[in-house]
């Protein structure tokens, strides 16, 4: 069983930057290709970017790519979301989730994901 776990949401201002992270435990998370996906009110949850368990593949999704980063330490927490260059329309929750998968087309599906984190929200002000 993994355990996830997100930190680093918070209110920023448009154009501002955050960092979230997430933080994995449980005997088997090694291997784990990881994503993040969000969630606004009133709207499904949609893919955000995925890496590889070697950090060799990385998946945008189009609205972020050039503005948002992903990267991993497999030694410590595992899974960083560099955010910059935030906009109204990035407000909503953000989750972090794993995956044995490793091929970057399923990356995007969250229905390929089995552990889920909780969720930290992240407002972006106008």
């Known amino acids: 069983q993994v355990q996830l776990v997100e930190s680093g949401g918070g209110l920023v201002q448009a154009g501002g930057s955050l960092r979230l992270s997430c933080a994995a435990s449980g005997p088997t998370f090694g291997g784990n290709s990881m994503g993040w996906f969000r969630q606004a009110p009133g709207k499904e949850r949609e893919f955000v970017v995925a890496?590889?368990?070697?950090?060799?593949?990385?998946v945008y999704a189009d609205s972020v790519k050039g503005r948002f980063t992903i990267s991993r330490d497999n030694v410590k927490n595992p899974v960083y979301l560099q955010m910059n260059s935030l906009k109204p329309e990035d407000t909503a929750v953000y989750y972090c989730a794993a995956t044995r998968r490793f091929q970057t087309q399923l990356l995007e599906l969250a229905r390929n994901y089995d552990y889920w984190g909780p969720g930290t929200q992240v407002t972006v002000s106008s």
């Open positions: 890496i590889t368990w070697s950090g060799g593949n990385t």
